[in-house]
């Protein structure tokens, strides 16, 4: 019974538990995520903090034909990594191995998924410039103005093909409202 941690122990003991799991996450995320992870943030959102990552810099990109040319490597392998996690997939779902470096090959052009990637890419960037610009909605939310990879993808490389539900033709329970007709 003595030595039942009192109250406030808890507490202080939760918070040394709570800010040890924030400091295990905020070093470990970037490891744990670094193939595959999760879609980051829009674009933008912070890159306050360069010097916490550990990745060997990514070479400059020397074959991007949609995105843009003098995109920064850091802002690339964000978006690649929301590629990667929107489809459900890893990097080599689109970029081939090298046969002699048994690397990947970033900038070859030998995988049919990345031609597909770049028409879904372009098509995107249609869909929002030319016709989600034009709604103007005013219960949408920021994220809601635009399409993305995973607003189709859902984490599945194939869009998965989506049934209505059938119309119910079972009669409702009884004592709902509108099971039976009244009594006349
Ligand atoms: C869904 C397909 C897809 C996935 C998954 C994917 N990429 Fe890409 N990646 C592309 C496409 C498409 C391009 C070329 C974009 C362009 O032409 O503008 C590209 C380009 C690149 C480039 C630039 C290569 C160069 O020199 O031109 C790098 C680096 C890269 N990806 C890294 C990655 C990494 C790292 C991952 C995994 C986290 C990844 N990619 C996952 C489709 C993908
Ligand atoms: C408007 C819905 C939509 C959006 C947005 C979308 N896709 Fe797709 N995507 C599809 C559909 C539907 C298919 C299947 C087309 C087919 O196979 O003929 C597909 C197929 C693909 C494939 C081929 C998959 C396979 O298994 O061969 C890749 C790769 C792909 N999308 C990448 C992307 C990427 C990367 C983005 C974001 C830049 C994206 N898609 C955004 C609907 C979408």
Redesign the pocket.
Known sequence: MLSTPVPQDIAYMRSRLFFSAILVLTFAAPCLFG??GPPQPAPGADQSAPAARPHRP??K???????PKDIAPEE??KI??G??GS?G???N???AVNPQTHKLD??SDAKE??GF??TM?AMKQTINDQYMSKIDDPDAMPADKHVTCGTCHRGHSMPQHFMPPPEEHHSPPQGAPGAQPPPQ
């Open positions: 193939q595959d990514l070479p990109p020397v074959n991007l034909k949609v995105l690339l392998r690649m990594r590629y990667a489809l997939v890893k990097c779902f689109c970029h970033f900038a998924d990345k990637a770049r890419i």
